[in-house]
């Protein structure tokens, strides 16, 4: 069964710093990909995906990620945080199922963005 | 585009009682929508797929009984919580594949519902 597992509970950067949120899957093949983020009170809203080709995607809001296969990770980047993007960070997998792609996400990292 | 409603936003109930919750797919045609649910400082967990004039597919654990789902339009999924316990009380979303754009493989999902049973 596929895993994904993000080390970082909590993540306290400053305004202007750069951002690296890890992930780590488990997984035989190469699954799908996704970075969630989760405001209070909102739903998830996707960041970005990665299904195959260029290994660094791009998303919305400025982040990155790139798909290393080797390490079997998808983190995700951005060259300089805003107070506007303090939220919960999931990461998650898919996997193609019965026709349809079952999804399994991350225990979320929190960050929090300082002045 | 793409926005994937959820009603109520929030609800407390007695123990006992049966609550519904909705989850509507305003602008898009959704065969295929998933019911989830996150406790506190945990991640979202599958319970159901859904899947529009079928019977759903339950996760493994997750009582069918106690999770009444219904996908009755292409554009409304419900999720029943039958007899509801205190146990139950969660924070259930929602998500939705667009019909359209399958091959995208994406799912939209709802702002949540927090249920808390008394």
Known sequence: AQSVTQPDIHITVSEGASLELRCNYSYGATPYLFWYVQSPGQGLQLLLKYFSGDTLVQGIKGFEAEFKRSQSSFNLRKPSVHWSDAAEYFCAVGLLSGGYQKVTFGIGTKLQVIP | ?118
């Open chain 2, 1 to 118: 585009g793409a926005v994937v409603s959820q009603h109520p936003s929030w609800v407390i109930c007695k123990s006992g009682t049966s609550v519904k919750i909705e989850c509507r797919s305003l602008d898009f045609q959704a065969t295929t929508m998933f019911w989830y649910r996150q406790f506190p400082k945990q991640s979202l967990m599958l319970m159901a797929t859904s899947n529009e004039g079928s019977k759903a597919t339950y996760e493994q654990g997750v009582e069918k009984d106690k999770f009444l789902i219904n996908h009755a339009s292409l554009t409304l999924s419900t999720l029943t919580v039958t007899s509801a316990h205190p146990e139950d009380s969660s924070f259930y979303i929602c998500s939705a594949r667009d019909r359209a754009k399958e091959y995208q493989e994406t799912q939209y999902f709802g702002p949540g519902t927090r249920l808390l049973v008394l």
